[in-house]
């Protein structure tokens, strides 16, 4: 069984910064992506960044270019993201998802059904 655990989460004024923090443990950890998604009030969850872990390649929903940096520590077994420029529109509980199941290709990365764990949440707050 593998845990997710997200850190990182606050409330800020729009313009700020906040970085997030996935720590995952469990059985010998191993996974193919991690990713990113979030959650607003009423609306469905979407995925905003995803990094590969072996090679450390980064996707991004085109709403969060050039704001938000994912990366990871392998090390650790952490995946961070660093969210700047933060808008009102970026309030919503962000969960931290791994893939443990196989490579994923471009196109299925963004897909919330291929990932197998997921963290609990952690809520982000954006004020105008």
């Known amino acids: 069984q593998v845990q997710l655990v997200e850190s990182g989460g606050g409330s800020v004024q729009a313009g700020g910064s906040l970085r997030l923090s996935c720590a995952a443990s469990g059985r010998t950890f191993s996974s193919y992506a991690m990713g990113w998604f979030r959650q607003a009030p009423g609306k469905e969850r979407e995925f905003v960044a995803a990094?590969?872990?072996?090679?450390?390649?980064?996707y991004y929903v085109n709403s969060v270019k050039g704001r938000f940096a994912i990366s990871r520590d392998n090390a650790k077994n952490t995946v961070f993201l660093q969210m700047n420029s933060l808008k009102p529109e970026d309030a919503a509980v962000y969960y931290c998802a791994a893939d443990t199941t196989r490579p994923l290709r471009v196109v299925d990365i963004s897909k919330l059904a291929n990932y197998d764990y997921w963290g609990q949440g952690t809520q982000v707050t954006v004020s105008s």
């Open positions: 990094i590969t872990w072996s090679v450390g390649s980064t």
